[in-house]
């Protein structure tokens, strides 16, 4: 299947300060890009869907301004969490599809907030 | 998207098929059934998926009932490295990019015992 890249794997970072998680699409190109989070023993929850060029579409409840989503080119997105906090350590997975595609996921990138 | 039902957990002898059922019963006939895996900590990797046909790859197979309210995910040889939470999830057929999204359940818990 098609790979799907994330960077970094992990990160962790100090309360207050700002973490960019990329999202790469390596041997095609993603018309659509998709933003999970998952925290533990739960399953993966939808935060926003981008497509290229134009805005993110964001699920109910996820704050736009503090998780900004960039869709630049159709092989990368970024997911920059603004102003973290403890309570935004979680498990960040982005998936990539071409057009009505199955989707590809990305190895996700464990976020620690301290 | 319709809604899908998977019980939460499941074991299955090494090298043995496991089967993994999924209910969906109010699918529409416009609606695919998907079938993606996590292993922990990872991100959810694509499986297989189909329509009303039965489908089959080199990972799996996919059978899915004649009225098609209900699938089963075969993995015909299971080793250890099946071990995985399985989701079963169903989503609308749309053309165009950017029309359809993953919505994950609690998926199924495959324990694949030595």
């Known amino acids: 299947g098609a790979v799907v890249s994330q960077h970094p794997s992990w990160v962790i970072c100090k309360s207050g300060t700002s973490v960019k998680i990329e999202c790469r699409s390596l041997d095609f190109q993603a018309t659509t890009m998709f933003w999970y989070r998952q925290f533990p023993k739960q399953s993966l929850m939808l935060m926003a869907t981008s497509n290229e060029g134009s805005k993110a579409t964001y699920e109910q409840g996820v704050e736009k301004d503090k998780f900004l989503i960039n869709h630049a080119s159709l092989t990368l997105s970024t997911l920059t969490v603004t102003s973290a906090h403890p309570e935004d350590s979680s498990f960040y997975i982005c998936?990539?599809?071409?057009?009505?595609?199955?989707?590809?996921f990305g190895q996700g990138t464990r976020l620690t907030v301290v | 998207d319709a809604k899908t039902t998977q019980p939460p957990s499941m074991d299955c002898a090494e090298g043995r098929a496991a089967n993994l059922p999924c209910n969906h019963s109010t699918i529409s006939g416009n609606e695919y059934v998907y079938w993606y895996r996590q292993i922990h900590s990872q991100g959810p990797q694509y499986i297989i998926h189909?329509?009303?046909n039965n489908e089959t790859n080199e990972m799996a197979s996919l059978i899915i009932t004649e009225d098609r309210k209900s699938s089963t995910l075969i993995l015909p040889h299971a080793t250890l490295r099946d071990t995985a939470v399985y989701y079963c999830i169903v989503r609308v057929a749309h053309s165009g990019a950017g029309s359809y999204q993953l919505t994950f359940g609690k998926g199924t818990k495959l324990s694949v015992i030595p």
């Open positions: 189909g329509l009303k």
């Open positions: 998936s990539a599809r071409i057009k009505n595609t199955e989707a590809f």
